[in-house]
């Protein structure tokens, strides 16, 4: 980067990643604003954004080991092991040993779980409908390809 004697080049360049203006800070700021609407939508099931993602792994492929769960999610073993232990209280989820390796938990859906995969998956497409509203499906697949690309980045 260039100094000017007059700093304007300095001010422009660096205002690309001061808040309000940065990348990240937009990120962050529709990821706070997507994750208060969709905890209000989750909150009459008792439910947080983290529930919800443990039990889309849990639609796509039942009966996965905890450790698979937690590296779709990127997630510590702690935080995960509250998480699911919060889910079987509320008989949404079960843990199993797996019958090849003992020292591995799988975990499976209950049918209170199962039930859940008519009502929430509507409610997550309005939400992202809501905030992609005005916007291209093309736009909107190559903002999701760039999102994958910059996360894979720093993966």
Known sequence: MIINSDNSKTLESWQQVLAPYSLGYKIKLLSQLLTRKFTDQL??????????????CLWQ?????????G????QVGGTLTGVLDRMEE?????????????RIWRIWLTDAGKELEKVL??????????AMQGIPPADREFFS?????????LS
């Open 43 to 56: 909150e009459p099931f008792g439910l947080t954004p983290f529930h919800w993602l443990v039990l889309c």
């Open 145 to 153: 390809q760039i999102l994958t690309k910059a996360i894979n980045n």
């Open 90 to 102: 509320r008989g949404l989820v079960r843990r199993e040993r797996d019958v090849h390796d003992r």
């Open 121 to 130: 998956p509507p409610l997550a497409a309005e939400l992202r409908d809501q």
């Open 61 to 69: 492929e039942d009966g996965l080991p905890t450790s698979s769960i």
């Open 71 to 74: 590296e779709k999610l990127q």
